[in-house]
T-cell receptor, first 111, second 112 residues
Framework: GEDVEQSLFLSVREGDSSVINCTYT??????LYWYKQEPGAGLQLLTY?????DMKQDQRLTVLLNKKDKHLSLRIADTQTGDSAIYFC???????????FGQGTTLQVKP | DTAVSQTPKYLVTQMGNDKSIKCEQN?????MYWYKQDSKKFLKIMFS???????INETVPNRFSPKSPDKAHLNLHINSLELGDSAVYFC???????????FGNGTRLTVT
């Protein structure tokens, strides 16, 4: 079945760039998503990329997609303490739109 | 405010009870979902409805029954609650199938 994998933890210093990586197995993905979850809160859609794109930039966020290797990354430039959260990668099945989520990467930003 | 709203935010109940969680979206979306997030933060889809029609029904115990009275509402009823049902349940909606999901803030269910 479809699977999405992420590393569980990343720690960076304030002002540095953060790169969160994700791999997926579904060959029929149409969209890939990044969601952010702060403690005790719901999931906030950060950004998404269509599967025929290589890159998408949105202010401090850059998404890179390597479709051949089924690898997705999220780069956060100038990381701030407010960026501390769990970041989920998700892959959308082309048939049902069902999102398969990774385990989430906890980003810790140290002042 | 335009949003996906769930009630209640917290639900504490005893084993064996029956409970419901309500979800409403005023975004005009056609598709709604229920996801379960366990204690390790793992998110898994349970159900999805498109225009009131069930389109995704994952391997979920039949004690869980979704109901969509109209396309703006998707409620989740749980019978005979068990300890393992304790989790955060998220409702979500999307404009149509295979478009970005917008999540509610979750309902934390604790079964004692």
């Amino acid at each position: 079945g479809e699977d999405v994998e992420q590393s569980l933890f990343l720690s960076v210093r304030e002002g540095d760039s953060s790169v969160i990586n994700c791999t997926y197995t579904d060959s029929s993905s149409t969209y890939l998503y990044w969601y952010k979850q702060e403690p005790g809160a719901g999931l906030q859609l950060l950004t998404y990329i269509f599967s025929n794109m290589d890159m998408k930039q949105d202010q401090r966020l850059t998404v890179l997609l390597n479709k051949k290797d089924k690898h997705l990354s999220l780069r956060i430039a100038d990381t701030q303490t407010g960026d501390s959260a769990i970041y989920f990668c998700a892959d959308a099945s082309s048939n049902t739109g069902k999102l398969i989520f990774g385990q989430g990467t906890t980003l810790q930003v140290k002042p | 405010d335009t949003a996906v709203s769930q009630t209640p935010k917290y639900l504490v109940t005893q084993m064996g009870n029956d409970k419901s969680i309500k979800c409403e979206q005023n975004l005009g979306h056609d598709t709604m979902y229920w996801y379960k997030q366990d204690s390790k933060k793992f998110l898994k889809i349970m159900f999805s409805y498109n225009n009131k029609e069930l389109i995704i029904n994952e391997t979920v115990p039949n004690r869980f029954s979704p109901k969509s009275p109209d396309k703006a509402h998707l409620n989740l009823h749980i019978n005979s609650l068990e300890l393992g049902d304790s989790a955060v349940y998220f409702c979500a909606s999307s404009p149509k199938v295979n478009s970005p999901l917008h999540f509610g803030n979750g309902t934390r269910l604790t079964v004692t």
